[in-house]
């Protein structure tokens, strides 16, 4: 490894739009990548993820941290009850999370794939 640490004031991030892979179920949903960070091996992926009101259908394949900084919506996981989560909340979805991801208001989130 050539760097043991990257200090993310540090990095020049480069927008990526609609670079989701997930699938658009309702509304018009449009998302903007801003990654940080990402290993030397592709499998670590830190940034900000913005995208505006729409519902995605979507399968985790990687585990996903989130700091939620602006926004609302609802995330209901396949045959369960829906989560809603606003600016402030903090969660982890494992690999398996299969669902809904509905954003309500234009959200904002911090994010680390691994």
């Known amino acids: 490894m ?6 993310l004031r540090d990095t020049q991030p ?9 699938k658009r179920v ?10 940080a ?5 592709g499998k670590k992926i830190m940034g900000t993820w913005i995208c505006t009101p729409g519902t995605w259908e979507v399968e985790y394949d990687r585990w ?15 045959g369960k009850e829906p989560v809603h989560l ?5 969660f982890v ?5 299969r669902g809904t991801w509905q954003v309500v208001e234009t959200v904002r989130k911090y994010f680390v794939f691994a």
């Open 26 to 35: 309702a509304g018009d949903p449009h998302t903007v990548n801003l990654n």
């Open 2 to 7: 050539s760097n043991s640490i990257t200090v």
């Open 37 to 41: 960070y990402t290993s030397e091996d």
């Open 86 to 90: 606003r600016a402030g909340d903090i």
């Open 64 to 78: 996903e941290y989130c700091h939620f900084q602006e926004g609302y919506c609802i995330l209901t996981p396949e």
């Open 14 to 22: 480069v927008p990526m739009l609609d670079a989701c892979k997930w």
């Open 93 to 97: 979805l494992e690999v398996g999370f």
